[in-house]
Nanobody, 122 residues
Framework: VQLQASGGGLVQAGGSLRLSCAAS????????MGWFRQVPGKEREFVAA????????WYGDSLKGRFAISRDNAKNTAYLQMNSLKPEDTAVYYC????????????????WGQGTLVTVSS
């Protein structure tokens, strides 16, 4: 599976962005999809994950309510809607696909996109 993340950019605090993660291949619906973010010098942080059908989601601490993960299996694409953005949300955002347990950990994922930079100005 190859993943291509897009949709990052510069936004003012309080604004919104929607990230997309397009996957190649025909097995997209068999993978849990996740989003992580990373800033220089820190470990990759779990943001959100969604199960195969989209019927179950998980979020990192304090992100639920501002962020929403979704997927469209017909389009082989996962999304991350980010609202009420804060400067501390500034990071490179990565999408990932996996079949493991512990979806909030990087070890659950086998495939990673290249990352898309989100910058939130104050």
């Amino acid at each position: 599976v190859q993943l291509q993340a897009s949709g990052g950019g510069l936004v003012q605090a309080g604004g919104s962005l929607r990230l997309s993660c397009a996957a190649s291949g025909r097995s997209f619906s068999t993978y849990i999809m996740g989003w992580f973010r990373q800033v220089p010098g820190k470990e990759r942080e779990f943001v959100a994950a969604i199960n195969y059908s989209g019927g179950r989601t998980w979020y990192g601490d304090s992100l639920k309510g501002r962020f929403a993960i979704s997927r469209d299996n017909a389009k082989n694409t996962a999304y991350l809607q980010m609202n009420s953005l804060k400067p501390e949300d500034t990071a490179v955002y990565y999408c990932a696909a996996g079949r493991g347990f512990a979806v909030a950990t990087v070890r659950a994922y086998d495939y990673w996109g290249q990352g898309t930079l989100v910058t939130v100005s104050s």
